[in-house]
């Protein structure tokens, strides 16, 4: 009798040790799916500036990639390059797309080195004739899908100055130069 209830205990330990329980995604930021296949951004200039470009964003394995032409900036400049909360662009100085994306409530920072918004991207550096040509990938973000994380309807932002990546809670950026809503094409 001893035997049995020792095997019967040891049955049931075993059997509360193997039932699966679902587990979280590691960091909150890569729940979600894309379900858009692109996205375009028509950037136009805020704050009084000439900035203006066009952005395709599509999805890749991880977030979204980026790719396009901001021109109208300085030569040789850099600047802070961020997805912003709202699909806002109206006000003359973009504040209206409102402070950058956010969803999971963490510090600003530099992407893809630790803690950073999901709308934190790296800086853009401008050629000899005041042009970006975008080539960047976003990490963590879907497009379309309705996730916390997802970009689609929201704005990219091109800001006057470089993003110092710790300053709190924007980067130090400077003024919007340019604003444009990511409109989901199909």
Known sequence: ???????????????????????????PASAGVSTARQAVVKLAPASGSLVSGKVTVMPMAGGVHLTGVVGGLPPNSTHGFHVHEKGDCSAADASSAGAHFNPFASAHGKAESGTHHAGDMDNVVANAEGVVNLNVHLSGVTLGGGAANDIAGRALVVHAAPDDYSSQPAGNAGARVACGVISVTQ
């Open 1 to 27: 009798m001893r035997i049995a209830l020792m095997a019967a205990a040891t049955a049931v330990f075993l059997a509360a040790c193997s039932s699966s329980t679902p587990t979280k995604p590691a960091h």
